[in-house]
């Protein structure tokens, strides 16, 4: 499959503790997007990669998330001290520097209780 | 960027024409539209993008009138594997900021 892939696909947490997930682009593709989706809402845009480089992050990435793509290719965002409202599904995407197709993983949920 | 307005939900039969009109009033002269599927639990998925008059492709149609201030998804002959959400977007394509904002959908019943 060379889709995009990520891990874990769901990850149960208690409030306060870390965690961490990964994304593995599509190989060709030099940008890299992370998004947050809650229940009936559309996706909400975190921050992008160009090959390695954080080219912008929004505002809703609060301090306790931080995105790393250290060789511009895979990609793990982390969430410290998680809080209830952190549960949503954590979708990334990756696509082509001149196009507006992103392909996107099949998220990775999350819970903290 | 442009923010989009489109319907909350539509309801179909199978095998009729479903269109779906967005609309995006502020939309840049660099802007694209673009059209993505989403299925419950999944990533969404492309479905077409174009910059002005009509674009097609072997899943669905895309009208854009010459103002560019709305555009019409249109899907042929529908199936029940077609009930999805439906998001139109409109960002820069290729620039430098190329983030796209999804809004709330438009979510497409089709029944039997």
């Known amino acids: 499959d060379t889709g995009v892939s990520q891990d874990p696909r769901h990850k149960i947490t208690k409030r306060g503790q870390n965690v961490t997930f990964r994304c593995d682009p599509i190989?060709?593709?030099?940008?890299l997007y992370w998004y947050r989706q809650t229940l009936g809402q559309g996706p909400e845009f975190l921050t992008y990669?160009?090959?390695?480089?954080?080219?912008?992050k929004s505002r809703l990435l609060s301090d306790r998330f931080s995105a790393e793509r250290p060789k511009g290719s895979f990609s793990t965002l982390e969430i410290q001290r998680t809080e209830q409202g952190d549960s949503a599904m954590y979708l990334c995407?990756?696509?082509?520097?001149?196009?507006?197709?992103?392909?996107f993983g099949e998220g990775s949920r999350l819970t903290v209780l | 960027l442009a923010k989009t307005t489109q319907p909350i939900s539509m309801d179909s039969y199978e095998g009729q024409e479903v269109n779906i009109t967005c609309s995006h009033n502020?939309?840049?002269?660099?802007?694209?539209i673009t059209w993505y599927q989403q299925f419950p639990s999944q990533g969404p998925r492309f479905i077409i993008q174009?910059?002005?008059t009509k674009v097609t492709n072997e899943v669905a149609s895309l009208f854009i009138p010459a103002d560019r201030k709305s555009s019409t998804l249109s899907l042929p002959r529908v199936s029940l594997s077609d009930t999805a959400v439906y998001y139109c977007?409109?960002?820069?394509?290729?620039?430098?900021?190329?983030?796209?904002?999804f809004g709330t959908g438009t979510l497409l019943a089709v029944q039997p």
């Open positions: 995407a990756s696509s082509l520097q001149n196009t507006g197709e992103l392909f």
């Open positions: 190989s060709e593709h030099n940008r």
């Open positions: 990669f160009q090959n390695e480089a954080q080219l912008e």
């Open positions: 502020n939309i840049a002269t660099n802007d694209y």
């Open positions: 174009g910059y002005k």
């Open positions: 977007l409109v960002g820069l394509h290729g620039g430098a900021t190329n983030k796209l904002i």
